[in-house]
């Protein structure tokens, strides 16, 4: 059956006639800038000229190896297609292009990102020098093996042990239990002949925590296993099954002294530790992944929110008044209210990212010369966002997924594999509950301080006990963030009183914690969330006096949904700390109905300007054209399965079963 594709369905051509403002303008914003943008099409002109880098058969035709190889070789091509044109692996990681072609979890994504930011960020000089041209230029190919069997999130409770032998200036790695058992890291199973190792450091029989060690795995002309270590690839997971994540355990295998990473704390060659400025310096790789996450999460957000608008725009079903013709089901007011909340939530998260980044050059600037005390802050809103970010993208990842109905389960529709992809990130880099309870450490604390008249580090300045009176109208957009802000230091506030009945009461301030966490964990998400309102406020207005009406106009929409939507979301505590009322509730759920109304009317074209190419988004649903039930249609026949018209099964299984005498 052949089909002549029109340019762009009907729906489609429609919902773009409707665009009242300048696309590309508010593509530049999304990128960072109209050069930004202009880079990112470059790189992705390159790619896409490049058609080894993408599949004629999905990987879920393949076995378990060939997804492997099939990824590995993308991975490789991508690193050698970006070197050859003038690129570097970070600018695809920046872009996001890297990501989409090989998001089935590629063999080579922790040896750019987790391997080579800890070579940058935790070597001496010494270190640097030799280490970073060898992996820059995949001489060496690594990952960051700091997960046991027994151990992730408590990092102080890992088993590994990096013993110090000063006869011969070696570290001894040693694998003591079952569950000192290196687990989960990415590529460490076949791909990786070097991994950076979380291991704790024993001087003199005293353990000094964990440390960073530089160990070699394999050799690097027979890629075979060095003696000492055993290595090899943990089996199928609930996704990015085209990695390799690996254990390994060390059999007192010796490295030289030379490779415990000395930036922060040093060992000297007489077994003498030298402490670090801060105890948590060696974290820095962590922190500097979530500030990533929020951005990688914020994308992948993205892809799922096009893939389902656009469907959304060209899928007509049901009759909304008896007899009329089928709706598009974007009209549904339902179908609104399910993707318009987490279009607006992509664009506060793309905000943050930003402002988050920034908090993270600056803190890196600062530690450059001594100083320490945005260490926690930075902890505090990197671990927030990286939670509040993973937990709504895969959210909103998966409504994407039930807004298409059927053909969102297709593997083709490529919702499934965005959400496996991301709702890994629930878990990895600081599983998100345990993030949050960082970030609650760090209210707690301030509030406290708060108390005491000290000054409060910028994020958490509203949570003063007596707070300059807000001026804004309580239905404008700031004072509706006021109000959130009100709530949030009511909720803080309450955590610390019921913190400290229970230690007065007699309980331990540890059992008090533990009884107070759930409430804890819901003050650190609505902080964050207060956060990343103040953000998208901060920017829309700073932009406008930069950009033009229709564009700030759409922003604007998208900021109000976005704290109309959390107010209503926070309903019961803004009640009952009395910073709006029913009445106030009211309006604000009725204005929330007529947004998406009015948003919806442009909603195509506000995905459109995020300019993902249908290459990028891998969707039969999805894709610019709208041409969406012949593409499902021809995806359905490179199913293995069609190849002959009878398969072997009926005769080995079927055709006995019907002769059989049952
Ligand atoms: C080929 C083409 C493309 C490929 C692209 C690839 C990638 C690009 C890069 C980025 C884009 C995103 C890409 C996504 C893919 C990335 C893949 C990642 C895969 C995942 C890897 C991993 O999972 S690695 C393992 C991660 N593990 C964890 O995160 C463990 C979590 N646990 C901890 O961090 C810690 O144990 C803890 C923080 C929970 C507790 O630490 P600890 O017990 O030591 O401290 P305390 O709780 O006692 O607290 C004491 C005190 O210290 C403060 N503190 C704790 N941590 C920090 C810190 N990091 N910085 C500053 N301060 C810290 C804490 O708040 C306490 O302070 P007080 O003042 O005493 O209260
Ligand atoms: C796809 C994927 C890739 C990964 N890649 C890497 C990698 O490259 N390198 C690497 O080193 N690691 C990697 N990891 C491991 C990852 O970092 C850990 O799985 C993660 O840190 C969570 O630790 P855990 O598995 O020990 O979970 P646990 O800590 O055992 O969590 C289990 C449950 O216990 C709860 N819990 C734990 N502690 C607390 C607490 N203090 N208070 C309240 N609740 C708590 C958690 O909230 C959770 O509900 C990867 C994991 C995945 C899934």
């Known amino acids: 059956m052949s089909v002549v594709v029109p340019e762009c369905c009907d729906d489609l051509k429609r919902e773009r006639g409707r665009c009242l403002f300048n696309k590309e303008e508010l593509t530049n914003i999304l990128d960072g800038g109209p050069k930004l943008t202009e880079k990112r099409r470059r790189i992705e002109k390159m790619l896409i000229n490049t058609p080894e880098l993408f599949d004629d058969v999905s990987p879920d035709y393949l076995s ?36 989409w ?60 042990t990096a013993t110090y032998d000063s006869t011969t200036k070696e570290f001894v790695l040693h694998s003591p239990t079952i569950t000192a058992t290196k687990w989960w890291p990415g590529a460490l199973g076949k791909t990786s002949n070097h991994a950076v190792v979380m291991a704790q450091l024993y001087l003199g029989g005293k ?55 000395m930036k922060h704390s040093q060992v000297t060659e007489d077994g003498k530790y030298v402490k670090p400025l801060h105890s948590k310096l060696s974290y820095g790789t962590m922190v500097q992944t979530r500030v990533g996450i929020v951005y990688h999460a914020s994308r992948e957000l993205s892809r799922a929110l096009i893939i389902a608008i656009r469907y959304s725009a060209v899928r007509h079903q049901s009759e909304m008044v008896p007899g009329d013709p089928e709706p598009q089901i974007l009209d549904y007011q339902t179908q609104q209210y399910k993707l318009l909340p987490h279009l607006a939530s992509f664009f506060a998260l793309r905000f943050s990212a930003r402002a988050l980044l920034e908090v993270f050059i600056g803190t890196s600037a600062g530690l450059g010369s001594g ?32 807004a298409c109905g059927g053909h969102g389960y297709l593997s083709s529709s490529n919702l499934p594999r965005i959400y496996t992809a991301i709702a890994a990130g629930i878990t990895y880099e600081g599983e998100n509950t345990v993030l949050f309870l960082q970030v609650a450490r760090y209210l707690i604390k301030s509030f406290r301080a708060s108390s005491q008249g000290q000054t409060l580090p910028f994020s958490v300045s509203y949570l003063r006990v007596q707070p ?21 230091r009511w909720m803080v506030g309450e955590a610390e009183r019921r913190l400290q009945q229970l230690v007065d009461s007699g309980h331990s301030p540890h059992a008090a914690w533990n009884a107070c966490s759930v409430h804890l964990v819901q003050c650190a998400d609505a902080h964050t969330r207060y956060y990343i309102c103040e953000q998208f406020v901060d920017a829309v207005s700073k932009l406008g006096e930069t950009v033009s009406s229709g564009v700030h106009e759409v922003l604007r929409q998208l900021c109000r949904l976005y704290i109309l939507h959390r107010v209503i979301q926070t309903a019961g505590i803004l009640l009952r700390c009395g910073a709006v009322d029913g009445k106030a509730l009211t309006s604000i759920e009725e204005e929330e109905c007529h947004l998406l109304a009015t948003l919806r009317i442009q909603a195509v074209s506000i995905v459109d300007a995020i300019d ?51």
């Open 612 to 662: 993902i190419k249908d290459v990028f988004l891998k969707s039969t649903l999805g894709a610019w054209d709208g041409n969406v039930y012949q593409r499902i249609y021809e995806e359905a026949q490179k199913s293995p399965l069609n190849k002959s018209d009878v398969t072997q099964g009926y005769y080995q299984y079927l055709r006995p079963l019907m002769k059989a005498n049952l």
């Open 207 to 261: 353990c000094y925590g964990p440390h960073i060690f530089m160990v070699q795995l394999r050799d690097l002309e027979t890629h075979r296993t060095l003696p000492g270590i055993v290595v090899g690839e943990i089996g199928p997971r609930l996704g990015m099954n085209s990695n390799d994540n690996g254990f390994l355990q060390f059999n007192h295998h010796r490295i030289p002294l030379t490779n415990m990473f």
């Open 64 to 99: 378990h190896e060939d997804r492997y190889s099939n990824e590995l070789r993308k991975a490789t091509q991508l690193m050698t297609t970006l070197e050859k044109n003038g690129f570097t692996y970070n600018d695809a990681v920046t872009t996001g292009t890297g990501l």
């Open 371 to 402: 100083k320490m005390n945005m260490l926690p802050e930075l902890h505090a809103l990197s671990s927030g966002l990286k939670a509040v970010a993973t937990n709504d993208a895969v959210k909103g990842t998966d409504i994407c997924r039930l």
């Open 468 to 488: 300059p009176s807000s001026h804004a109208p309580l239905m404008s957009d700031r004072g509706l963030v006021d109000a959130l802000g009100a709530g949030v």
């Open 101 to 160: 072609l090989l998001m089935d979890g590629n063999p080579l994504s922790l040896h750019i990102s987790m391997f080579l930011d800890t070579i940058k960020g935790q070597s001496n000089p010494q270190q640097l020098q030799e280490w970073l041209p060898l992996a820059e230029k995949f001489k060496i190919i690594g990952t960051y093996a700091q997960t046991e069997l027994g151990h992730g999130t408590f990092v102080r409770g890992l088993e590994t």
